[in-house]
């Protein structure tokens, strides 16, 4: 086993190197001593501190900062098709967007754009629902109907996410891990394997691109609008 000297929190996955929630490297451990007393008084963070001892339901944005934590990268396109998945899970529509907006998505614009058409697309397409996996598809895009593959897929998907929140994946990783890549082996595909092993090599060029792209066109948006009244008000000046 494997232990964080900071947060207190032992790891049963021995091929883990580094904490999940303070990306310090872990020491080797023989025992899991991670019980209630010790979270008690060594708080490991706001959000993962309210996820093991308080158990409340968590915001969208906690849950999208605590799935970032645990896969490493908060790029917008991997929060994004978090939000796009968390969305397909129940019967109905827990939220009008596929992704709540909030003040800082004034610095992502395009993805705005994003967030609103897929939206409507999404409402369009995943019309059914499968009371076996609890996600909404769509019978156009599955090709006429909800394969088999794709229900297994889904239920791996929700029971990870689960295990992420409830803190439960301290002690459940490496069994997991294990399923996944007996999945893999068989030829199958396996949620979790497909999460930790995507790329992502141009997302963080892309999100700072994002960044520029909006920032830039706030500030010309401001210029454009503002500009004629300044200069309105220096000729009053001098006249
Ligand atoms: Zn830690
Ligand atoms: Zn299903």
Known sequence: MKKCSRCKVVFHNEERQRCLYCDAFLNDVDEDDTDEDILQHQPVGNIIEKVLKEKRALSHESMQYLIGCYFHTRTFNFLYSFSRNEFKMGKDYRRPLVQPLSISS????????????DSLIFRIFYSSYCPECQWKYSLILSGGAHKREDCEYHKEYMNLIKE???????????ALW????EKVKAGQRSAYYDL?????????????????????????VIVVFTFPIMLKGVLLLQL
């Open 106 to 117: 004034v610095l992502t614009l395009p993805w705005i754009v994003v967030i609103l058409v």
């Open 164 to 174: 992420i929140l409830s803190g439960r994946i301290l002690k459940t990783e490496k």
């Open 178 to 181: 294990d399923a996944a890549s």
């Open 196 to 220: 930790c092993l995507r790329e992502n090599k141009y997302e963080g060029a892309l999100d700072v691109a994002c960044i520029w792209f909006s920032c830039g066109f706030l500030m010309y």
